[in-house]
């Protein structure tokens, strides 16, 4: 089993990211994370960005189901090219007289930034892939976290490989 981060360009109607998700759970898997913006370059197309869990022919019969859905324009699975990868989280950490020099070390060498101090908490954001979010995570917990809240993974292929981009859309191919 192993992750697939996955991208559904898809006309942005009301009831598509329920008929996105309801063949997920339909078939009894997952979505790890899961984003979902409107197009800021074309107001009528959402993209939807997910992560599930599962070996690669399951994801793709869930791709090939993806694509008999009508509202769905392009769909883009990231493990079959080079991707770049992110996600954001903000942690609130309890901070006292003793431990807020070392929360602003730790803050230093993550290059993440302080968006709220308290008198007995510091807040902080951090974007980086998720292993750096983990790590960040992981090394504040002793200083005690309060509150974490985490976006999901956005992501899109690399600049090098959009000429070279195999993935033909629905329209594409309705076009020929």
Request: no cysteine.
């Amino acid at each position: 089993m192993t992750s697939h981060t996955i991208s559904v360009l898809v006309e942005n109607e009301f009831g598509v990211l329920a008929r996105v998700a309801g063949l997920f759970s339909g078939r009894g898997f997952n979505i790890e994370s899961l984003t979902v913006n409107e197009d800021p370059l074309d107001p009528t197309v959402s993209r939807i960005v997910l992560v599930t869990i599962g070996d690669d022919q399951i994801v793709e019969q869930i791709n090939k189901q993806l694509n008999k859905l009508v509202s769905v324009i392009k769909i883009t699975d990231f493990k079959e090219v080079e991707t770049i990868e992110r996600e954001m989280v903000i942690v609130k950490v309890a901070v006292d007289e003793r431990t807020r020099s070392e929360l602003d070390s730790i803050v230093a060498a993550f290059r993440a930034h302080v968006i709220d101090i308290g008198p007995r908490a510091i807040t902080v954001e951090l974007t980086g892939d998720s292993e750096k979010i983990k790590a960040f995570i992981a090394i504040v917990r002793p200083l005690g976290i309060k509150e974490v809240v985490r976006s999901g993974k956005v992501a899109m292929a690399r600049a090098v490989q959009l000429s070279h981009d195999n993935h033909q859309s629905r329209r594409a191919r309705e076009a020929e």
